[in-house]
């Protein structure tokens, strides 16, 4: 029998399940640190140098996409993972697990968020490519030297037992040579080449800085880039740059094309250096070897954001070369086991760059944006950024709204419902990011609205309004559930995401201690929400412990100190736990207890418990679908009726109070014919009197308003 048959008399009928996922009240809590692994002896740049990932604790610094300094907020060790290299296109690459997130672009088709699992089994396109960092942005700005002549020189400098010399045709770098040093020893010609001599000020401070570095009387291809310099602020590292392309840049000029920029030289180092030095300043580099009878040496092409030359000839013939400012997947290979960890920190779009080589930015999203996309469509959710969450800054297309206060929240409640057939027609889902962060908000709401309507006796606490006891937490919590039912009438499902801690508890019947993964929110609120889903699942970190000797004894008990040893460790998701341990739920009694951590598998396990419990209906699924669009049909119908008669019967009691003053004074002397007219609006709005302003429909008052006026 299908949904709305009723054959027993005039009340009751026989419920026929929904087959569409997102008409079911669904949460997801969630473990922090879920993703972003690199094995821990990983490299990457922080403000204050280079350090492995498996020494930064909280409260580290390390660099944001921005190219800013960002607080460390957490570290969690994975354990011992398969990781794998993922290589791009100008030869960059990153050892992470088959876990790791990444984000690729391409205007003006939406993001893909990709797990290296991903890349692995069907790559991505090259017309996709992962975002580069800004400049990074160290403190530093103090050289004792030049940075463009120390650039010079590792171009086209040589260090001699008592001088040194720059060899260059350019008479604009003679003279710039000059204008540094107006005591040189000497100039001379060699063939047609001017040579410049240096022994007095910059000459001496030169020979004592590269004696300083070790790169006193290095023969050219031995050269290198002083590590120092990568630790220096934008400006010096784009000046030294400046300075090495004015001495040995060059343009390469293929079909037509805009030019490529090019370096040559014999020092490896030095190429590698140049590379990473490009990378920091937000461009990407890339080299190969070039065989040649008289030697082999190497050849750096680049894209920069930047004019690269000063003095040289090819200054005005650089050109913006976007086409190649890009990094593009290209492989991935597999690597040994390694242990892993993974950080979370502050900056608003939760990125960190993960190696001090290329600056490779990473990735971390959520899996509700990913199911909500394959569900609904772009046009089909919105995600509420709540207080001090700040998790969506993070997800790249995502279609957010931040909410700082409750009155914001109410704002955008209040206009969905009211304006949900002209101004969001195709929202179907609004998720709510975080619980956590909502549960703060409707307690300072409960508080603020107790204190406004008990002037004379404030409460302090929410524990001492509205009574106290709790009710001032039940005040809160149906203000939550209230706003979320408000958009359930007009066709808006919510989806609500939480964050989880480990919480101990006792057993009531044996007194046995044992603990449980459950939301981070007090029980009486997450019970709030709780009791109303359908499915509410729990992601989490699945890890294989085992227990290892240390080598040493208990001084007591002279036994075996053992530790714990992560083995093996997996991202899954679960609706439920026979074993307590993890506070999930289904009503679903056919929904399978575990998935892998994925949009795909989220999805699928919900549609195949749906359609179980469909199945024990007798229905066909053909007439089920049938029966479900109809109904679906008058729902959309019914919620656009609430939707108006909400609009028309708000109360906006600041906007009434206006609105009334006027009508007081306009209404004496108004004609019949128009006092007529009000009153018939009065009539179909159920107003009898203008005595309580702040009870009667602002819409209705406005109309009065427009005829009086």
Same mark, same amino acid.
């Given at each position: 029998?299908?949904?709305?048959?009723?054959?027993?008399?005039?009340?009751?009928?026989?419920?026929?399940?929904?087959?569409?996922?997102?008409?079911?009240?669904?949460?997801?809590?969630?473990?922090?640190?879920?993703?972003?692994?690199?094995?821990?002896?990983?490299?990457?740049?922080?403000?204050?140098?280079?350090?492995?990932?498996?020494?930064?604790?909280?409260?580290?610094?390390?660099?944001?996409?921005?190219?800013?300094?960002?607080?460390?907020?957490?570290?969690?060790?994975?354990?011992?993972?398969?990781?794998?290299?993922?290589?791009?296109?100008?030869?960059?690459?990153?050892?992470?697990?088959?876990?790791?997130?990444?984000?690729?672009?391409?205007?003006?088709?939406?993001?893909?968020?990709?797990?290296?699992?991903?890349?692995?089994?069907?790559?991505?396109?090259?017309?996709?490519?992962?975002?580069?960092?800004?400049?990074?942005?160290?403190?530093?700005?103090?050289?004792?030297?030049?940075?463009?002549?120390?650039?010079?020189?590792?171009?086209?400098?040589?260090?001699?037992?008592?001088?040194?010399?720059?060899?260059?045709?350019?008479?604009?770098?003679?003279?710039?040579?000059?204008?540094?040093?107006?005591?040189?020893?000497?100039?001379?010609?060699?063939?047609?080449?001017?040579?410049?001599?240096?022994?007095?000020?910059?000459?001496?401070?030169?020979?004592?800085?590269?004696?300083?570095?070790?790169?006193?009387?290095?023969?050219?291809?031995?050269?290198?880039?002083?590590?120092?310099?990568?630790?220096?602020?934008?400006?010096?590292?784009?000046?030294?740059?400046?300075?090495?392309?004015?001495?040995?840049?060059?343009?390469?000029?293929?079909?037509?094309?805009?030019?490529?920029?090019?370096?040559?030289?014999?020092?490896?180092?030095?190429?590698?250096?140049?590379?990473?030095?490009?990378?920091?300043?937000?461009?990407?580099?890339?080299?190969?070897?070039?065989?040649?009878?008289?030697?082999?040496?190497?050849?750096?092409?680049?894209?920069?954001?930047?004019?690269?030359?000063?003095?040289?000839?090819?200054?005005?013939?650089?050109?913006?070369?976007?086409?190649?400012?890009?990094?593009?997947?290209?492989?991935?290979?597999?690597?040994?086991?390694?242990?892993?960890?993974?950080?979370?920190?502050?900056?608003?779009?939760?990125?960190?760059?993960?190696?001090?080589?290329?600056?490779?930015?990473?990735?971390?999203?959520?899996?509700?944006?990913?199911?909500?996309?394959?569900?609904?469509?772009?046009?089909?959710?919105?995600?509420?950024?709540?207080?001090?969450?700040?998790?969506?800054?993070?997800?790249?297309?995502?279609?957010?709204?931040?909410?700082?206060?409750?009155?914001?929240?109410?704002?955008?409640?209040?206009?969905?419902?009211?304006?949900?057939?002209?101004?969001?027609?195709?929202?179907?889902?609004?998720?709510?990011?975080?619980?956590?962060?909502?549960?703060?908000?409707?307690?300072?709401?409960?508080?603020?609205?107790?204190?406004?309507?008990?002037?004379?006796?404030?409460? #302090?606490? @929410?524990?001492?309004?509205? %009574?106290?006891? /709790?009710?001032? $937490? =039940?005040? +809160?919590?149906?203000?939550?559930?209230?706003?979320?039912?408000?958009?359930?009438?007009?066709?808006?499902?919510?989806?609500?995401?939480?964050?989880?801690?480990?919480?101990?508890?006792?057993?009531?019947?044996?007194?046995?201690?044992?603990?449980?993964?459950?939301?981070?929110?007090?029980?009486?609120?997450?019970?709030?929400?709780?009791?109303?889903?359908?499915?509410?699942?729990?992601?989490?970190?699945?890890?294989?412990?085992?227990?290892?000797?240390?080598?040493?004894?208990?001084?007591?008990?002279?036994?075996?100190?053992?530790?714990?040893?992560?083995?093996?460790?997996?991202?899954?998701?679960?609706?439920?736990?026979?074993?307590?341990?993890?506070?999930?739920?289904?009503?679903?009694?056919?929904?399978?207890?575990?998935?892998?951590?994925?949009?795909?598998?989220?999805?699928?396990?919900?549609? #195949?418990? @749906?359609?179980?419990?469909? %199945?024990?209906? /007798?229905?066909? $699924? =053909?007439? +089920?679908?049938?029966?479900?669009?109809?109904?679906?049909?008058?729902?959309?119908?019914?919620?656009?009726?609430?939707?108006?008669?909400?609009?028309?019967?708000?109360?906006?009691?600041?906007?009434?109070?206006?609105?009334?003053?006027?009508?007081?004074?306009?209404?004496?002397?108004?004609?019949?014919?128009?006092?007529?007219?009000?009153?018939?609006?009065?009539?179909?709005?159920?107003?009898?009197?203008?005595?309580?302003?702040?009870?009667?429909?602002?819409?209705?008052?406005?109309?009065?308003?427009?005829?009086?006026?």
């Amino acid at each position: 029998m299908l949904k709305g048959e009723c054959p027993i008399g005039k009340y009751g009928r026989k419920n026929v399940v929904s087959l569409n996922p997102l008409d079911y009240n669904i949460s997801l809590l969630g473990e922090s640190g879920i993703g972003k692994g690199q094995p821990v002896d990983s490299i990457i740049p922080t403000p204050t140098g280079d350090r492995r990932i498996g020494d930064i604790k909280s409260g580290d610094y390390v660099f944001g996409s921005n190219g800013l300094p960002t607080k460390v907020r957490n570290v969690y060790d994975r354990g011992e993972l398969q990781t794998y290299k993922v290589i791009f296109n100008d030869n960059s690459n990153l050892i992470v697990d088959e876990d790791h997130l990444w984000l690729f672009k391409r205007n003006p088709r939406p993001d893909r968020i990709l797990r290296t699992k991903d890349l692995i089994t069907h790559g991505v396109s090259h017309d996709y490519h992962i975002p580069l960092v800004h400049p990074l942005q160290y403190d530093d700005d103090d050289l004792e030297i030049s940075p463009y002549l120390l650039g010079l020189y590792l171009a086209d400098g040589y260090h001699g037992d008592h001088s040194f010399d720059i060899s260059t045709k350019n008479p604009d770098i003679g003279s710039y040579l000059y204008e540094l040093d107006p005591k040189p020893i000497s100039s001379r010609m060699c063939g047609d080449v001017p040579h410049y001599y240096y022994t007095h000020t910059n000459g001496t401070l030169l020979r004592t800085y590269l004696e300083k570095v070790g790169l006193a009387k290095k023969k050219s291809a031995e050269k290198f880039i002083p590590h120092e310099i990568f630790l220096k602020s934008e400006r010096i590292r784009k000046e030294l740059l400046t300075g090495m392309f004015d001495g040995d840049g060059s343009l390469i000029h293929k079909n037509n094309k805009l030019p490529t920029l090019a370096y040559h030289s014999i020092s490896l180092d030095l190429i590698k250096d140049l590379a990473r030095l490009i990378t920091s300043l937000g461009a990407v580099a890339r080299w190969r070897t070039i065989k040649d009878d008289k030697g082999d040496y190497y050849q750096l092409t680049t894209s920069l954001p930047f004019n690269p030359f000063l003095h040289n000839t090819y200054k005005d013939k650089w050109k913006l070369n976007t086409r190649y400012l890009k990094r593009t997947f290209e492989s991935v290979e597999p690597q040994d086991k390694s242990f892993v960890r993974c950080i979370e920190v502050e900056a608003e779009d939760n990125l960190y760059v993960a190696d001090t080589q290329y600056h490779i930015v990473t990735h971390n999203t959520t899996i509700i944006k990913e199911v909500c996309e394959k569900l609904v469509g772009d046009d089909g959710y919105l995600f509420l950024d709540i207080g001090k969450e700040d998790g969506a800054g993070a997800i790249n297309g995502l279609f957010c709204e931040p909410i700082y206060d409750w009155s914001k929240f109410d704002d955008v409640v209040t206009d969905i419902v009211e304006n949900k057939t002209t101004e969001y027609p195709d929202l179907k889902v609004v998720v709510v990011d975080t619980y956590d962060e909502l549960c703060r908000l409707a307690e300072a709401e409960s508080l603020r609205q107790y204190n406004r309507n008990n002037s004379d006796n404030k409460a #302090d606490t @929410i524990n001492s309004a509205w %009574g106290g006891f /709790g009710k001032g $937490l =039940d005040k +809160a919590i149906d203000l939550m559930l209230d706003a979320l039912w408000e958009l359930k009438k007009v066709g808006v499902r919510f989806i609500i995401i939480a964050h989880t801690k480990k919480k101990d508890v006792v057993d009531t019947m044996s007194e046995e201690d044992y603990s449980i993964l459950t939301s981070n929110v007090s029980q009486k609120y997450w019970n709030a929400i709780k009791t109303k889903l359908h499915i509410g699942a729990m992601a989490f970190v699945d890890r294989q412990i085992t227990k290892e000797k240390t080598g040493r004894k208990n001084i007591v008990t002279k036994k075996d100190i053992l530790k714990g040893k992560v083995t093996e460790e997996s991202r899954v998701i679960s609706f439920r736990d026979d074993s307590y341990s993890v506070d999930s739920k289904s009503r679903f009694a056919n929904i399978v207890d575990r998935i892998e951590f994925s949009s795909d598998a989220f999805i699928k396990a919900i549609q #195949d418990a @749906i359609l179980a419990e469909q %199945g024990k209906s /007798g229905v066909s $699924l =053909d007439d +089920a679908q049938k029966k479900q669009a109809s109904d679906e049909k008058v729902a959309s119908e019914a919620a656009a009726e609430y939707s108006k008669s909400k609009k028309e019967n708000k109360v906006d009691i600041d906007r009434n109070n206006e609105l009334f003053d006027l009508i007081k004074s306009e209404f004496p002397e108004a004609t019949t014919r128009t006092k007529n007219k009000v009153k018939k609006i009065m009539a179909e709005h159920g107003i009898e009197s203008f005595k309580a302003p702040d009870e009667l429909p602002t819409a209705a008052l406005e109309k009065i308003a427009e005829l009086l006026q």
